[in-house]
C-alpha cells in the first residue's frame, strides 16, 4: 500500500480521536441547539445589514431617507450584537463543560495507570498533557469551532446575495479563493509539527519545573541553584525558538492574508467604480457589495484561524490519546469477582522479576507467608525485599511465577478488594499536604470519630507531640510533610494504618526513622496491631524481626534460606554474618 492510499486512513483516525476526546454526544443538546441558533440569528442579521445599508444608500442619493428604513437598519445591528453577545458567552461555556468533562476523564485515567507508566514518564509532562494540552482542545471549541459554523452560513449567505446584486463582479472576487487555500494548506500542516513541538517542549519545561520545586530543599543543600538555572534556561530558550518558528508563520500568513484580500478589495472597488460610472450598478448596490465582501472576509479570516487550531488540538489530541490509550490497571476485566480471604497462606512459586529492559532482580523465589502470623524478609540492601513488597501491592506484575493467596492468584482478585485488604507503611512514610487529620484519615471510606482518632494516635505513639502542637490535629504538615521531623511523619503513617485495621500488614522499616524509646513504644504498638493478622516485615535491626514467625533470608534476589531465629543461626550463613556484623554495631554505638 503506497502512502497516497495511508493518508486519508491517518486523517480519518485522528478525527476520529479528536471526536472521542470531545465527546459531543454527552453534551446538553439543548445547549449546542441554542448556541447554534443564536449564531444563525446573529449571521442572517449580519447579512440583513448591508442590503437594508443598499436601500439607506439609494435612498440618500434621492434626499427621501425614510425613519421606517433607518429603524431596520438599526434593528438589524443591535439584534446581530445581542445575539452575538450571548452565543458568545454560551459557547464559551460549552468549551469549558467540554474541556472539564476531558480533564475529568484524564485525571480519572490517570489514577488508574500503573506504577510502570510513571517510571516511564516524570509527573510534570502528565500535568502538562491534563492543564495545557487541555486548554488547546477548549480554546478551539470556546473560540472557534460554531464561528466557523456560523462563518459558514455567512460566507455561503454572503456569496448567494453577491451573486443576485452583481454576478460578475462576485466572479472576479473569487478568484482569491483558490489562492487563498494554496497558500494556507502548507502553512496549516506546518504549524501542526510546530504546534506538537511546543507542547512537548512545554511538558518538559513543566517535569522540570514540577521536579525542582518539589525538591528545592535538595537543590539548595547541594548549591545546584546554578545547574538548575542553566537547565532552566536551556528549556525556556527551546520553548522560545518553537514560538519564533510559530511567529515566523504567523508573520508570513497574516500578511499574505491582508496583501490577498486588500488586492480583492481594491479591485472590486475599481471594478464597481466603473459599473456605477457607467449606470450598471447603483451605489448603493457598490456599498452593499463591499459591506458583503467583508462578510465574506471575516468568515474567511475566521477559517484560517479555526484551521490552525485544528492543526493545534489534533497534535494535542496525539499527546492526550497517549495517556488514555495506555492500559491501566483497571482495565483488565475479571470474568468473576472472588472474595479476598486473608486467612489463606500466600504461597510465592518460582517467582522472578525484572523491570522493564533490565536484569531480573528476583529470582525463583519459593516460600510460604503464614496466615495471621509474621514473616520477615531480611538481607542486605538492593537484595530486592521492597521490590517483592512491590509485587504484593500489585504495582508491578512477576516477569514469572505466581504469588496465590490460597488457590487463587492474587491478580484474580478486584484490585480494589486486593489493596483494601492490605495496609502498607514504608521508610519514607509518604504523607500529603495537609493536616495531620487529613494524613491520618486518609482514604477512610467512613466517618471517623474522633475516639478512633486519638486511639490509632495513641497506638502509634503520635498523640502526645500531635496534642504538644498548636493546632493539635488540624496542624498543616506541609507539601511532603515537611513541616513535621522523620519520626514524627513515620508515626504518623503507622496511626494511618492502624486505623484503617488491615487484614495483610506490610511494614517496611516502619520504626527506621523513631529514636530508641519511641521504637521502643511503637515495636509494642505494632505487635498489638500485628495479632492474628498475616504480617510482613522488613527490617535492617534484626532486633526487631528475632521473634518473627518465619524469617527470609534473600541475598541478590535469591531466596538462602528460611525459617526462625535460632534455626537460621543455625543453618545460614548469611544470617549468622548479618547478626555478627549488627552485633558489633549496636556494641560500638
Known amino acids: 500500500m503506497n502512502q497516497k492510499d495511508t493518508l486519508p486512513k491517518s486523517k480519518k483516525t485522528q478525527w476520529k480521536k479528536f471526536l472521542d476526546l470531545v465527546q459531543f454526544q454527552k453534551l446538553p443538546k439543548s445547549l449546542i441547539a441554542l448556541v447554534l441558533g443564536l449564531s444563525l440569528l446573529s449571521t442572517i442579521a449580519g447579512l440583513v445589514v448591508p442590503w437594508f445599508t443598499k436601500d439607506a444608500v439609494n435612498v440618500m442619493t434621492s434626499g427621501s431617507l425614510s425613519l421606517s428604513t433607518i429603524l431596520l437598519l438599526v434593528g438589524a445591528i443591535l439584534i446581530q450584537a445581542v445575539m452575538s453577545s450571548f452565543a458568545t458567552y454560551n459557547l464559551a461555556y460549552l468549551g469549558g463543560l467540554v474541556v472539564s468533562n476531558l480533564r475529568k476523564k484524564i485525571w480519572a485515567k490517570t489514577l488508574t495507570l500503573p506504577v510502570s507508566y510513571f517510571d516511564k514518564n516524570h509527573s510534570g509532562e502528565t500535568v502538562s498533557r491534563i492543564n495545557n494540552d487541555t486548554t488547546i482542545v477548549r480554546d478551539l471549541i470556546s473560540n472557534q469551532l460554531v464561528t466557523m459554523f456560523s462563518g459558514v452560513v455567512s460566507l455561503v449567505g454572503s456569496l448567494c446575495i453577491l451573486f443576485y446584486l452583481d454576478w460578475s463582479m462576485t466572479l472576479v472576487m473569487l478568484i482569491a479563493v483558490p489562492i487563498i487555500v494554496f497558500v494556507m494548506r502548507p502553512i496549516g500542516m506546518k504549524m501542526r509539527g510546530i504546534s506538537k513541538g511546543i507542547q512537548e517542549k512545554t511538558a518538559v519545561f513543566t517535569s522540570l519545573l514540577t521536579q525542582v520545586v518539589s525538591e528545592i530543599r535538595l537543590v539548595k543543600a547541594y548549591s545546584a541553584e546554578p545547574v538548575e538555572r542553566k537547565q532552566g534556561e536551556e528549556e525556556i530558550d527551546r520553548l522560545f525558538q518553537y514560538g519564533l518558528k510559530e511567529s515566523r508563520l504567523t508573520s508570513i500568513l497574516q500578511p499574505l492574508s491582508g496583501l490577498i484580500m486588500m488586492s480583492m478589495l481594491v479591485l472590486i472597488i475599481g471594478y464597481g467604480g466603473m459599473r456605477v460610472a457607467s449606470g450598471e450598478l447603483t451605489a448603493g448596490e457598490l456599498v452593499a457589495f463591499i459591506l458583503y465582501l467583508f462578510q465574506i472576509l471575516m468568515p474567511v479570516t475566521m477559517m484560517t484561524q479555526f484551521f490552525v487550531g485544528l492543526q493545534k488540538a489534533m497534535g494535542a489530541t496525539e499527546r492526550i490519546s497517549e495517556i488514555l490509550e495506555y492500559e491501566g490497571e483497571s482495565d483488565v476485566q ?184 519511641s521504637e521502643h513504644v511503637v515495636q509494642e504498638a505494632l505487635q498489638n496491631l500485628m495479632k492474628d493478622r498475616t504480617t510482613l516485615v522488613i527490617a535492617h535491626r534484626l532486633s526487631t524481626v528475632v521473634d518473627a514467625d518465619k524469617i527470609v533470608v534473600l541475598e541478590k534476589g535469591r531466596l538462602t534460606g528460611a525459617g526462625t531465629h535460632e534455626e537460621l543461626l543455625q543453618s545460614n550463613k548469611l544470617y549468622q554474618q548479618l547478626v555478627q556484623q549488627q552485633f558489633k554495631v549496636e556494641l560500638a554505638g
Not at 479476598?340 to 497462606?345: D, G, H, M
Not at 522479576?353 to 540492601?381: M, R, W
Not at 488457590?407 to 493536616?435: C, K
Open 334 to 517: 475479571l470474568e468473576k469477582t472472588i472474595a479476598v480471604n486473608p486467612q489463606l497462606p500466600i504461597t510465592i512459586e518460582n517467582v522472578s522479576f525484572a523491570y522493564e529492559g533490565k536484569d531480573n532482580i528476583l529470582h525463583n523465589l519459593n516460600f510460604q507467608i503464614e496466615s495471621g502470623k509474621v514473616t520477615a524478609l531480611v538481607g542486605p540492601s538492593g537484595s530486592g525485599k521492597t521490590t517483592f513488597f512491590s509485587l504484593m501491592e500489585r504495582f508491578y506484575s512477576p516477569t514469572s511465577g505466581v504469588i496465590r493467596l490460597g488457590d487463587h492468584s492474587i491478580h484474580e482478585f478486584s484490585l480494589r478488594d486486593w489493596r483494601t485488604t492490605i495496609s502498607y507503611v514504608s521508610q519514607e512514610s509518604p504523607l500529603l499536604a495537609g493536616t495531620i487529620r487529613d494524613n491520618i484519615c486518609y482514604a477512610m471510606t467512613r466517618e471517623v470519630t474522633e475516639e478512633e482518632l486519638r486511639r490509632a494516635a495513641k497506638l502509634a505513639y503520635a498523640d502526645e507531640f500531635i496534642l504538644n502542637l498548636p493546632d493539635g490535629f488540624d496542624t498543616e504538615v506541609g507539601e511532603r510533610g515537611m513541616k513535621l521531623s522523620g519520626g514524627q511523619r513515620q508515626r504518623i503513617a503507622i496511626a494511618r494504618a492502624i486505623l484503617h485495621d488491615p487484614k495483610i500488614l506490610m511494614l517496611d522499616e516502619a520504626t527506621s526513622n523513631l529514636d530508641s524509646a
